[in-house]
Structure formats: C-alpha cells, structure tokens
C-alpha cells in the first residue's frame, strides 16, 4: 500500500505561483508513476500531469502546458508540482495519484493510490 498526502495549495492571485507536494509512504515509491489530477466544483476531474517511474518522462494537460512542471525526488519520497502564471480557470481541488503502471497516463481509473487533495484558489 501507498498512502499520498498533498500539501502546498492555498490562496494566490492571477499570475502568481504555488508548488504543490505529493510526500509518500509505504512500499517503494520510486516504482511508482505519479499523476496529479484537478477537480473544479461542478466539473469532471481534469489530468494535469504525470511523471513516470521508469526515466522521469512527464506528461502534461494541454491546459497547463508550458505554466506547471512535475519533479520528482525518490529519496525523499517526494512529487513536486510547480504551477506557474495561475489563473482563475486554475482554482480546483488538486490530487496526487500512483499507479504501479507506466501507460494512459491522463486515465484516472489507472491510478490505484490516492489522495485527499489540496484546495488551490486564484484570484483575479
């Protein structure tokens, strides 16, 4: 088992920054793809990004493409997501999620290992 705290989020205005923390616990977490995923009220939950275990390739959402960047430090047991030049459209509850695969990484029903989420808010 894996157990995914979230933390980093808060209040920001547009155009500024947050970074977001996924610390984990349990089995080996190195071996894990990480995807972190954003859910808006009223709105599907949306793929932001993953980062693989197999040589740290990662993936983004068209939507934060070029603003959000995925990192990752094993030895820490840590997923790093940067989020950069925020707006509005940006305010949703963030989750962190591991998956023991390596493929579809923007498939939610992939990841086998959850969060609780992390409220980010931007201002205008």
């Known amino acids: 088992q894996v157990q995914l705290v979230e933390s980093g989020g808060g209040l920001v205005q547009a155009g500024g920054s947050l970074r977001l923390s996924c610390a984990a616990s349990?089995?080996?977490?190195?071996?894990?793809?990480v995807g972190w995923f954003r859910q808006a009220p009223g709105k599907e939950r949306e793929f932001v990004g993953a980062i693989s275990w197999r040589g740290g390739s990662t993936y983004y959402g068209d939507s934060v493409k070029g603003r959000f960047t995925i990192s990752r430090y094993n030895a820490k047991n840590t997923v790093y997501l940067q989020m950069n030049s925020l707006i509005p459209e940006d305010t949703a509850v963030y989750y962190c999620?591991?998956?023991?695969?390596?493929?579809?990484?923007?498939?939610?029903?992939?990841?086998?290992?959850w969060g609780q989420g992390t409220q980010v808010t931007v201002s205008s």
């Open positions: 349990g089995r080996t977490f190195s071996s894990y793809t």
């Open positions: 999620a591991a998956m023991s695969y390596d493929t579809e990484h923007d498939a939610s029903a992939r990841y086998e290992h």
